[in-house]
């Protein structure tokens, strides 16, 4: 007994004395409740639970820097303070028209008891359906330059479960496809990562509002405590600021189901409205380009006998985009400096000198005589010098032509975008580093100043700023179709169930689809042909490519009626089912009528799927144009098998979707 006593005693005064709970802070609904401790030591930490179960235990907060004590201990609550919040708002175009914006939110300041007493806020807003918080530094003499070297916020998952992620910090950027592991076995990976635990709640991390400062990766530590770690940078330091600043959101959505988190509008919520007034300028679209024949090689982006970019062939994609009733015409390889290693030496390219046999001055007249628009296209092989030098002239010369929107690019590997240097040197950086959150927002301020939209690929991942810059139309940063045409290995079925709940919770993707060909570089598409088309309900963006080549199109015209139909701007989006990596099925209102479209794709299984129709107007009839897999469908053997049909439906109406392998099915509803 004495024994057993003695190792007791000892046990207790090995223990860590209790933190105390400084503050804490419920959401409007009461459902999340974050708490904020101080421990003895000065550690502070917040903690998230729902309906009283802890999903984040507690996690520390603080800073490294490069040229100051590090930041995370000795601290003592300065204040708090709090406020609710509740407003709707409407997107100028959107997944919705019209969003609310509900949160409570605490400000902890916390000061050092010791040194210079220096401090930091953290704000938190709480939600039904997540948490945001972010650090804000005041103006303070004690820390006027801020050197980050590494940010130590924590995330300690409560709950074992399964986790759905890419690796960060590796050379292909984000184009990876998705690992499906447990949750201790996650390394270093890109945010938005989603798991789900072993009860069932779904959880994704990610941030919002990335601006002047480094990308957050998501690094695990041991068992299931996360850490924050900042993309490179060649300066030392990843992030460079003056106080008064403030940090990204660092953000956790929580839904029961993996449909909640597709729904959920925090990551739009913790952005700043709209700052550049009237965007009525800024229109969603539909487009085609010279694009797919490249990744076919029967074109090429280098001058040549392949070469796509001709006057002659542009012309012939103006007038299918004329005829179809398609906006734009995206040209790739129209400038000089495609010829030789273009992947490595952007240096080379021009942005304002087109090749002899593309005149596009002759071809933005013809396109805006037809009613349609010349898409632009600057490559800059992870050159941000070069392009930074040419930028103005650049779009100075798309303004002059009516050309009103631009694709970017970046195709580098992770750590070869190439800079300048304070004394004219060149640097290498990353995709993700401060300095392109920083660059990126130059080419969106700029283009806007001339009514142009934007759609960078190859780019830093996308945290919700659509909402403050609306010209910032969407983005590629994912495994796109392209690798459909060459991937080894291609995507396969489930990677767009597992897009869906991971990087389609950061915000819209030009995912590029629509090839009903189902042919890529001597492979098949992992795809039937109604999953093509159901990709433009299931994969949001505001502009959609018709991905493949018009010939093709005119091969398969009944199934390509769908693309020429569905819209790209949206009154309303709901999600009737899915699970990640499996399974999903999308609702979406017109904004311009009252037509609802239904999308819905499965992984390799094929399965059946019940949705109810009460999305639908009650007491109101429409007519069903269903795009189905045919009986025979499955994208091994029979990928084109599809049936067409219609039939009238009702709100009180179940409907059994039917799937193929790989396969899927869109949905047109007619208001009668």
Not at 97 to 119: C, D, I, K, M
Not at 355 to 371: H, Q, S, V
Not at 595 to 603: I, K, P, R, S
Request: proline share 5%; hydrophobic share 35%; net charge negative.
């Amino acid at each position: 007994m004495l024994g057993r006593l003695i190792a007791l005693l000892a046990l207790f005064s090995a223990a860590p004395a209790c933190a105390e709970v400084v503050a804490e802070v419920t959401s409007p609904g009461e459902v999340l409740t974050v708490e904020i401790d101080i421990n003895p030591a000065g550690h502070a930490t917040y903690s998230v639970e729902r309906n009283g179960e802890a999903v984040i235990e507690p996690s520390r907060l603080g800073f490294l820097f490069t040229d100051a004590k590090k930041l995370d201990r000795y601290f003592k609550l300065g204040g708090t303070w709090t406020r609710s919040f509740d407003e709707t708002w409407e997107q100028p175009w959107g997944e919705r028209r019209f969003v609310r914006n509900r949160y409570n939110e605490l400000r902890v300041r916390l000061t050092e008891r010791s040194h210079a007493q220096r401090s930091v806020d953290v704000v938190f807003r709480v939600y039904d359906d997540g948490v945001g918080f972010r650090y804000e530094f005041p103006e303070q003499a004690s820390l006027e330059t801020v050197n980050v070297a590494e940010e130590l916020t924590e995330f300690v998952i409560a709950d074992p479960g399964t986790a759905w992620w890419i690796p960060a910090g590796e050379w292909n950027r984000y184009e990876y496809l998705y690992h499906e592991t447990a949750l201790n076995e996650v390394t270093q990976a890109h945010t938005p990562i989603t798991i789900r635990t072993e009860d069932g709640l779904h959880i994704s991390f990610h941030e919002a509002a990335l601006v002047d400062y480094s990308g957050m990766w998501f690094r695990r530590v041991e068992d299931r405590r996360f850490r924050a770690e900042l993309a490179p940078s060649s300066d030392g330091a990843k992030v460079s600021r003056t106080a008064p600043f403030n940090t990204p959101w660092r953000t956790i959505q929580i839904s029961e189901t993996a449909g909640g988190l597709a729904e959920s509008n925090l990551i739009l919520n913790l952005n700043e409205p709209n700052r550049l007034g009237d965007v009525s300028w800024v229109e969603p679209y539909k487009y085609v380009g010279v694009w797919w024949g490249m990744h076919l090689d029967v074109e090429s982006w280098g001058s040549g006998p392949k070469h796509g970019a001709t006057t002659e062939n542009v012309k012939r994609y103006i007038d299918f985009a004329a005829e179809h009733g398609l906006r734009g015409v995206l040209v790739e390889g129209w400038n000089e400096g495609w010829d030789g290693d273009w992947y490595n030496n952007g240096a080379i390219f021009s942005f304002t000198r087109p090749y002899p046999d593309f005149d596009i001055e002759e071809l933005a007249a013809y396109a805006r005589n037809k009613g349609v628009r010349l898409i632009g296209h600057h490559e800059t092989s992870g050159h941000v010098a070069n392009y930074e030098g040419q930028l103005e002239d650049a779009l100075d010369l798309y303004a002059r032509l009516g050309i009103d929107s631009i694709k970017t690019g970046y195709v580098a590997d992770a750590g070869g975008i190439q800079t300048l240097g304070p004394a004219g040197e060149i640097r290498f950086e990353w995709h993700d580093g401060q300095l392109m959150s920083n660059h990126h927002l130059k080419v969106v301020k700029e283009a806007a100043e001339r009514h142009i939209a934007v759609n960078p690929h190859e780019p830093i991942k996308d945290t919700g700023l659509r909402r403050t810059y609306p010209n910032w139309v969407s983005r590629e940063g994912a495994r796109g179709m392209e690798y459909n045409a060459w991937g080894d290995p291609p995507n396969d079925p489930a990677h767009v169930p597992e897009l869906v709940f991971t990087r389609m919770l950061s915000g819209p993707m030009d995912y590029t689809p629509g090839i009903l060909s189902l042919q890529g570089r001597g492979q098949k598409l992992q795809s039937t042909t109604a999953r093509q088309l159901a990709l433009y309900v299931v994969i949001y963006s505001p502009i959609q490519m018709a991905a493949d080549l018009p010939e093709n199109y005119e091969k398969h015209l009944p199934a390509f009626q769908f693309i020429k139909d569905v819209p790209v701007d949206w009154a309303d989006s709901r999600v009737l089912n899915g699970e990640i990596g499996d399974y999903v099925t999308f609702a979406r209102k017109d904004r311009n009528s009252e037509d609802w479209y239904l999308g819905a794709v499965t992984n390799e299984e094929p399965r059946e799927l019940e949705v109810r129709l009460d999305f639908l107007d009650p007491g109101r009839t429409y007519k069903a144009q269903i795009y189905r897999d045919g009986p025979a469908a499955d994208w091994k053997t029979n990928g084109h098998d599809i049936v067409i049909e219609e039939r009238e439906v009702r709100a009180r109406d179940v409907l059994t979707l039917r799937l193929a392998s790989g396969g899927g099915q869109a949905i047109r509803f007619v208001a009668e």
